[in-house]
T-cell receptor, first 111, second 114 residues
């Protein structure tokens, strides 16, 4: 399973766009990139998943360059309620379905 | 929207006691997982379960742990003789057959071992 590296923490203000970058230099050909959000004392919540280029949903966008060695989660116009820990995970289904978690990025959105 | 539910939300127990944590996964999910998160630390994989058997387990999941899907809806994690270091949030998760990592998590059970 590919190891991921992301910033420990980030600060932002309400209304700003936040970009969190994750590096995964050893990503395998059949790996997907998945981002989760976790609020204190709650279970992680799936945000977005992609394989290459750009994926957008109602919550976020995920940008993946051609070499796939990194990815950027983009949160448009954050609000106070986006204060959470964001995790980047890399893996594939196959026979290995478990998710391996890092420490994530703790995002603080300030008024 | 269907959700994963877990009971109890908080369990306090004495060291050495048995606890059973319960989960009701989303009905069309086929793969089930237990994770735990010690306060302030990473989420850690414990075990995955498919077709009524364990498909993978971590080194944390020793003989004190067991999982069961007794009736086709509930999914339980039993800790036979709790230790202080078992104090953590325990999350149940599930996913559909298509995989690639989109798992749906429950709200967790906070286990406190005294």
């Amino acid at each position: 399973l590919a190891k991921t590296t992301q910033p420990i923490s980030m600060d932002s203000y309400e209304g700003q766009e936040v970009n969190i970058t994750c590096s995964h230099n050893n990503i395998a050909t059949n790996d997907y990139i998945t981002w989760y959000q976790q609020f204190p004392s709650q279970g992680p919540r799936f945000i977005i998943q992609g394989y290459k280029t750009k994926v957008t949903n109602e919550v976020a966008s995920l940008f993946i360059p051609a070499d796939r060695k990194s990815s950027t989660l983009s949160l448009p116009r954050v609000s106070l309620s986006d204060t959470a820990v964001y995790y980047c995970l890399v893996g594939n289904a196959g026979n290995n379905r478990k998710l391996i978690w890092g420490l994530g990025t703790s995002l603080a959105v300030n008024p | 929207e269907p959700e994963v539910t877990q009971t109890p939300s908080h369990q306090v127990t004495q060291m050495g006691q048995e606890v059973i944590l319960r989960c009701v996964p989303i009905s069309n999910h086929l793969y089930f997982y237990w994770y735990r998160q010690i306060l302030g630390q990473k989420v850690e994989f414990l075990v995955s379960f498919y077709n009524n058997e364990i498909s993978e387990k971590s080194e944390i999941f020793d003989d004190q742990f067991s999982v069961e899907r007794p009736d086709g809806s509930n999914f339980t994690l039993k800790i036979r003789s709790t230790k202080l270091e078992d104090s953590a949030m325990y999350f149940c998760a599930g996913d559909r057959d298509r995989g690639q990592g989109e798992q749906f998590f429950g709200p967790g059970t906070r286990l406190t071992v005294l």
